[in-house]
């Protein structure tokens, strides 16, 4: 499945910009939209060391009102979240109603990274992809929006990215000796991606890929997705020109109506 994914796109500085604020003053009235509507909603990334995760999280939540979102950066569990289901520490972190939910990583590390290092038993891992999907549809039938984002990029591209980390004072944190030990086993994980795509890709929670070698190009079409779903969920046009009380042309049309009732 990923090795039909498209690396190759890209997009340039002008379009970007261009696109970015269109897509983030959207998202704006949108996330207003949710609060006013009180539907919860989830947003998931998961994707490859180096993939952009963190730089898409912050272009999605950079103009969105602070107190209407939370975001979980999601590691290793430690104590209370180790002794329980690995689904507890999400169940206790899903947003209220009229809010957003950001998981950097997510419960999908039970069928990857568990899975890869050894972490949980084959039955379990195995068992994981029907306790998921029962879950996501628990969340959806609740009224939950909830999105799936993969990040993908290439094997190069990762090694580039890599080597531009560790030659950066401000981003060399970034880059530990997991990062590099996880690329050494890079088929192991798009074995475990792949499988994992094609058993959780549901309709009622579906996947999307996001081909990410060009960081503008995926950042803008993770945008593009949350934008024309939540339209579409809150039945709410966030490009209307007077975002809270009709356009002018809706106004213009009721005017005139009213002015022909007078003239009857």
Not at 12 to 30: P, T
Not at 36 to 53: H, L, N, S, T, Y
């Amino acid at each position: 499945m990923l090795s039909t994914v498209d690396l190759s796109l890209t997009m340039n500085v002008e379009e970007y910009d261009r696109l970015l604020i269109k897509y983030q003053v959207a998202l704006f009235k949108l996330a207003y939209q949710v609060y006013v509507q009180q539907r919860p909603v989830i947003m998931i990334f998961e994707g490859w060391d180096a993939a952009g995760k963190g730089g898409a999280i912050r272009r999605v939540t950079e103009k969105i009102d602070p107190r209407g979102f939370v975001v979980y950066p999601i590691a290793a569990p430690k104590g209370d979240d180790a002794t329980h289901h690995y689904l507890w520490r999400f169940w206790r972190r899903l947003p209220e109603a009229g809010q957003i939910a950001i998981f950097d990583r997510s419960w999908y590390g039970r069928v990857m990274v568990e899975r890869i290092e050894g972490f949980c038993k084959e039955a379990e891992w195995k068992r994981a992809y029907r306790e998921i999907n029962y879950f996501e549809r628990q969340l959806v039938d609740f009224g939950t929006i909830l999105f799936k984002f993969w990040l993908h990029i290439g094997q190069d591209e990762q090694l580039r990215r890599f080597q531009g980390r560790s030659g950066d004072k401000l981003r060399s944190w970034k880059l530990t000796d997991e990062d590099w030990r996880n690329r050494e086993k890079w088929p192991l994980y798009e074995e475990a991606v792949n499988e994992m795509l094609l058993k959780t890709s549901t309709i009622t929670a579906p996947w999307t890929v996001i081909e990410g070698n060009s960081k503008l190009y995926a950042r803008i079409r993770i945008l593009q997705t949350l934008v024309d779903k939540l339209s579409q969920e809150l039945n709410y046009d966030p490009y209307q020109e007077i975002p809270f009380g009709g356009s002018k042309q809706k106004k213009k049309k009721e005017k005139e109506k009213g002015k022909k009732k007078r003239e009857k």
